[in-house]
């Protein structure tokens, strides 16, 4: 394998040969496809695609996350709670960091309704807050947050810049924290997957689903940088067949910029068909702890404690209560659509030098700092968080038969 660093220079040496450089926007298409340094001279350079080094004792850790999966979607609605505004926001499947910031949205927009009815029994408590409150210029309204997972941080911090009401404002109620979260767990690329089963879903859903992923891949954008752990990835969709490969990618087309598709390819990845397309990976631990550090800053409150009832639930101060307790909503609000859908990611020694990732047939490769994320389990109704030693030969040897194919 050729570095792209070598690739560079030689692509350098070569434009300074010419004695300019002309730079077109497409220089850099897909990678995929040759990129021409010189017409003149006929000089070319290929994509090289570093190896994963796939090896049993490359693997630093293996972890188990439950998806907390609704065949109809997620859940985003409103509910009495004896004379309490109850707020769901959960049930994301496995797009629980991907939709984060839309569906905490869409659930702002349900309590800002919420609050500016008038006529509603709740209103005037919303709207003024504790007794101290009404001899005070700016009422404060306090919201209750259920979980810390990535929905609840989302949620608590849309809370501050929307509502605006200081200090003490939102409470966060949680039996787990990061880095003990489900959401640290996540492979966190972006892409709205295992979210719904398309035959069981409403129009109604499907148009707050789409909104959801708009919203959410905007805010993502705002965060790329080290400091959130947020940045922009090629990804390869490995493909085997024609009619996967004109499916629409969930969310819209739009969401995925450069998307290009490639036939006859199987030189580069051993596959008839590739999609490359670029979104955003999320490196779970960097940017959750930055979403708690934010939340801190703007003045909120964190009580370790885990509900057992929706009784304890309505018993707390806050009028205004958001559930975002993923699978614990099944419990606690005995929804039995709510399910766990296993995953098990084997996680190796990392590699800086491979800069890509790649889906394939469920399987998929996620470069992170903190190592290389090897998935591709999906176990719907199986509680069990320990790791299965036959799926880790399985995740190794899928990978494995990715990576000899490798040109």
């Not at 389990?377 to 899928?398: F, G, M, V």
Request: aromatic share 10%; charged share 20%.
């Amino acid at each position: 394998m050729v570095s792209n660093e070598l690739n560079r220079r030689r692509f350098l040496r070569s434009a300074a040969a010419m004695g300019a450089v002309v730079l077109a926007d497409n220089v850099l298409s897909s990678p995929l496809s040759v990129i021409h340094t010189s017409v003149a001279t006929g000089q070319e350079a290929k994509r090289h695609f570093a190896p994963v080094k796939v090896a049993r004792n490359r693997i630093i850790r293996e972890v188990v996350g439950l998806r907390p999966y609704r065949s109809e979607g997620f859940v985003v609605e409103t509910e009495r709670l004896g004379h309490k505004l109850l707020i769901h926001n959960y049930g994301h499947g496995g797009a629980g960091v991907t939709l984060s910031w839309g569906t905490a949205s869409l659930a702002m927009d349900l309590a800002r309704d919420f609050i500016q009815t008038q006529t509603h029994p709740l209103s005037r408590a919303l709207l003024t807050g504790p007794r101290s409150a009404l001899r005070s210029r700016a009422p404060a309204r306090r919201f209750a947050v259920l979980g810390c997972g990535v929905n609840g941080l989302s949620t608590a911090r849309l809370l501050q810049r929307r509502f605006q009401d200081g200090p003490g404002a939102v409470t966060i109620y949680a039996k787990n924290l990061p880095p003990e979260t489900t959401s640290n767990i996540a492979g966190a690329f972006w892409y709205p997957s295992s979210v719904f089963d398309p035959q069981k879903v409403t129009a109604k859903f499907s148009d707050q689903f789409r909104l959801a992923c708009q919203i959410s891949n905007k805010a993502f954008q705002t965060l790329v940088g080290t400091e959130y752990g947020v940045r922009w990835a090629e990804i390869y969709e490995l493909i085997r067949n024609e009619a996967t490969l004109n499916r629409e990618l969930l969310g819209g087309a739009e969401l995925y910029p450069q998307t290009e598709t490639r036939r006859n390819v199987q030189q580069d990845f051993g596959f008839p068909y590739v999609r490359q397309y670029n979104t955003m990976m999320i490196e779970p631990h960097v940017y959750l702890s930055a979403l708690l550090r934010d939340f801190y800053i703007a003045g909120g409150k964190i009580v370790v404690n885990e509900f057992r009832s929706r009784e304890e639930i309505a018993r707390l101060r806050e009028p205004v209560i958001f559930n975002c307790t993923g699978l614990g909503a099944r419990a606690l609000f005995n929804d039995q659509e709510l399910i766990p859908v296993r995953g098990q990611l084997e996680v190796l020694l990392p590699q800086p030098e491979v800069d890509y990732c790649y889906l394939a047939a469920g399987a998929y490769m996620f470069p992170r700092r903190d190592g290389i994320i090897l998935g591709g389990t999906w176990d719907h109704e199986d509680w069990s968080l320990a790791p299965k030693a036959e799926q880790t030969s399985e995740i190794l040897e899928a990978h494995a038969e990715i990576m000899r194919a490798l040109k």
